[in-house]
């Protein structure tokens, strides 16, 4: 019997709870084992709920319990779950996390003390909700040089974008119903303002050029700004706007950022409405492929969650072995403001799209009302 424990009972927990117990025999049949959730970490009590009696308030009982192979982290927020995973991994425990927050923080950290210790930390379901995007990343950056890796990166904002853009719904309204289906964090703030995308798109980069830096060191801006006006005026423009996170190499560093951007309609992104995710990955022998799927919700992101589970308990995980994460600074970065891009400039029937320019360019360029967006 494999014996697993989850920390935090909450959407994502809760829903990994739910998919091992309907995949059970599915899953004793492919590691040949049965799968045990022996207990569950969390500060409340699930009375009448199916697993309600594997609940545990210290975690100690779990660190210590030398039955316990694999911890699935399902807690949210850094503080305790980078130090539980941590003490988790040290003890000898494989685990699994949703986490992105941590991993974004101190991955470099926790994927080296896996590797110290003879365990596995994997965290396919950080990015990208359901979507299997991580490990073909993997794989592929082993292989050939990637270079770019770009997405629509948060269920949330997408939603409020599509809902805004189709229905005119405004932006509280759309927000309070992604809030309700379990797709925003905890303190909505973190999908809105681009946090959750900055914290996605640093694991992303991470694996694609082997460098960490920090979420709060790259350039961040959310969804707040953009104007039901400025959807309408892209439309016509022949694109949409999208809140994208961006890596590539540029002037001899790593260019990192997340931004609401105007994207063409003849490019995927621009089709990937609600809170579906996508994540173009660019490499030189490959050319552009595109990873679509469900990029929030309880199931899909326990589902991938279910697979890191299942990638280790069977001994089918390889990809680990390319994970080495150098962690970076601020030098890691190239200085955003000397890139020159095209710009969409949102003003009614004077909106258009730009020659290649810098920011501080297309900054002059607007009269007082205008946004601009960078053109992907
Ligand atoms: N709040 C996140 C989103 C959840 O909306 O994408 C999945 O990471």
């Known amino acids: 019997m494999h014996n697993i424990a989850i920390l935090g009972f909450g959407t994502v927990g809760s829903g990994l709870g739910e998919a091992?117990?309907?995949?059970?025999?599915?899953?004793?049949?492919?590691?040949?084992?049965?799968?045990?959730?022996?207990?569950?970490?969390?500060?409340?009590?699930?009375?009448?709920?199916?697993?309600?009696?594997?609940?545990?308030?210290?975690?100690?009982?779990?660190?210590?319990?030398?039955?316990?192979?694999?911890?699935?982290?399902?807690?949210?927020?850094?503080?305790?779950?980078?130090?539980?995973?941590?003490?988790?991994?040290?003890?000898?425990?494989?685990?699994?996390?949703?986490?992105?927050?941590?991993?974004?923080?101190?991955g470099a950290e926790l994927l080296e003390t896996a590797r110290q210790n003879g365990v596995r930390y994997l965290f396919e379901a950080s990015v990208g909700g359901g979507i299997p995007v991580l490990r073909p990343i993997i794989n592929e950056a082993v292989l050939h040089e990637v270079r770019s890796v770009r997405g629509i990166l948060n269920g949330t904002t997408n939603y409020i974008l599509t809902q805004m853009r189709i229905h005119g719904t405004p932006f509280a309204d759309a927000l309070s119903a992604a809030q309700s289906m379990g797709y925003a964090e905890a303190n909505p703030t973190a999908d809105v303002d681009g946090l959750d995308a900055a914290r996605k798109i640093v694991i992303l980069a991470a694996l694609a050029f082997g460098v960490i830096v920090k979420p709060d060191d790259i350039p961040v801006k959310g969804i707040r700004d953009v104007r039901p006006e400025d959807l309408q005026a892209a439309g016509a423009c022949g694109g949409t706007l999208k809140l994208i996170g961006s890596a590539s190499r540029e002037c001899g560093g790593l260019l990192i950022s997340v931004r609401p951007c105007f994207v063409r309609h003849d490019r995927l992104l621009a089709h990937v409405d609600d809170v579906f995710n996508a994540v173009s990955v660019d490499t030189g022998v490959l050319g552009e492929v595109v990873y679509y799927g469900a990029g929030a919700g309880?199931?899909?992101?326990?589902a991938a969650v279910e697979a890191d589970i299942t990638d280790i308990l069977s001994g089918s995980v390889q990809s680990q072995e390319a994970l080495t994460w150098k962690a970076g600074s601020r030098d890691d970065l190239c200085d955003a403001s000397l890139v020159s891009y095209s710009w969409f400039i949102s003003g009614g029937t004077d909106s258009r799209i730009t020659e290649p320019m810098t920011e501080e360019a297309v900054k002059k360029l607007c009269a007082a009302g205008q946004n601009y967006y960078p053109c992907l």
């Open 298 to 302: 309880k199931l899909p992101t326990a």
């Open 20 to 106: 091992l117990l309907t995949d059970r025999e599915r899953l004793a049949r492919h590691l040949g084992d049965g799968l045990d959730i022996k207990y569950i970490l969390d500060l409340r009590e699930f009375p009448g709920h199916p697993l309600g009696d594997r609940v545990v308030h210290d975690f100690n009982i779990i660190l210590n319990d030398p039955e316990i192979e694999l911890v699935a982290e399902m807690m949210g927020g850094s503080h305790p779950a980078y130090d539980f995973s941590l003490a988790a991994l040290k003890a000898g425990k494989h685990v699994v996390t949703s986490n992105k927050e941590v991993v974004a923080n101190f």
